[in-house]
């Protein structure tokens, strides 16, 4: 057998190491790429800023309660408006 033999035990037990950075590579291309196409990741931000601006509205409507410019029935209808029930 001589080098041969040995050589390919080598090449067999690091072989499985590079074909599992392999797999974890492709499945990971597979999952950015199915994010980005499917609408996941948007680049616009459009999203983020309607949240941010939805809690900062609430949160101007608790101050607004909390001073006592408005009552719990006011409170309670825009915040309902607010959240779209």
């Known amino acids: 057998m001589g080098w041969y033999g040995m050589g390919t035990g080598m090449g067999w037990g690091w ?15 597979v999952l950015v790429l199915v994010r980005v196409v499917g609408g996941g990741v948007q680049k616009s931000g459009r999203r983020g800023a309607q949240e941010r601006g939805s809690s900062a509205a609430e949160a101007s409507l608790a101050e607004r309660y909390a001073r006592g410019e408005i009552d719990t029935a006011e409170y309670t209808e825009r915040l309902r408006h607010l959240r779209g029930d």
Do not use: N, R, S, T
């Open 15 to 29: 072989g499985w190491v590079f074909g599992l950075l392999v797999i974890a590579g492709l499945a990971l291309l």
